[in-house]
């Protein structure tokens, strides 16, 4: 009865490892299957975190590259009426030296003219007097 006994004893302690083994093997399986899942979220939870900067940086880089956009813009439209402020300068300053000089070539020219004239006058002058002495 005493063998029969520690033999279901034995058999009991038997059975109980073995259960105990399955289920401290299904636990692990179950850890397993978890962490693979907590990876996965993980990875899923970083990658979409990864995009989001990556769009928040792309973001402010369109905006910074936009600001430099105008910013230039801004400058190239100064800088363009700056030159022609200048070019508008010049031209009426070409303008006035050659009205100048025009002018004076005119002066010149109506000298000459009024000094030929003049010689012309004296000219015809002095041959009516010859020609009134003639007669």
Same mark, same amino acid.
């Given at each position: 009865?005493?063998?029969?006994?520690?033999?279901? $004893?034995?058999?009991?302690?038997?059975?109980?490892?073995?259960?105990?083994? @399955?289920?401290?093997?299904?636990?692990?399986?179950?850890?397993?299957?978890?962490?693979?899942?907590?990876? !996965?979220?993980?990875?899923?939870?970083?990658?979409?975190?990864?995009? #989001?900067?990556?769009?928040?940086?792309?973001?402010?880089?369109?905006?910074?590259?936009?600001?430099?956009?105008?910013?230039?813009?801004?400058?190239?439209?100064?800088?363009?009426?700056?030159? #022609?402020?200048?070019?508008? @300068? +010049?031209?009426?300053?070409?303008?006035?030296?050659?009205?100048?000089?025009?002018?004076?070539?005119?002066?010149?020219?109506?000298? $000459?003219?009024?000094?030929?004239?003049? !010689?012309?006058? +004296? @000219? $015809? @002058?002095?041959?009516?007097?010859?020609?009134?002495?003639?007669?």
């Amino acid at each position: 009865h005493e063998r029969e006994h520690d033999r279901e $004893i034995s058999e009991l302690a038997a059975k109980h490892a073995e259960e105990m083994e @399955k289920l401290r093997a299904e636990l692990k399986e179950e850890q397993r299957h978890l962490l693979d899942e907590l990876q !996965q979220q993980m990875a899923a939870t970083h990658r979409a975190e990864h995009e #989001q900067a990556q769009l928040q940086s792309q973001t402010l880089h369109s905006l910074e590259l936009e600001a430099l956009r105008l910013t230039l813009n801004n400058m190239h439209t100064s800088q363009l009426e700056l030159t #022609q402020s200048n070019l508008r @300068k +010049e031209k009426e300053t070409a303008l006035m030296e050659l009205r100048e000089m025009l002018n004076d070539k005119r002066a010149q020219e109506v000298a $000459i003219l009024q000094s030929r004239h003049q !010689q012309e006058w +004296e @000219k $015809i @002058k002095e041959q009516c007097l010859k020609e009134n002495e003639d007669l």
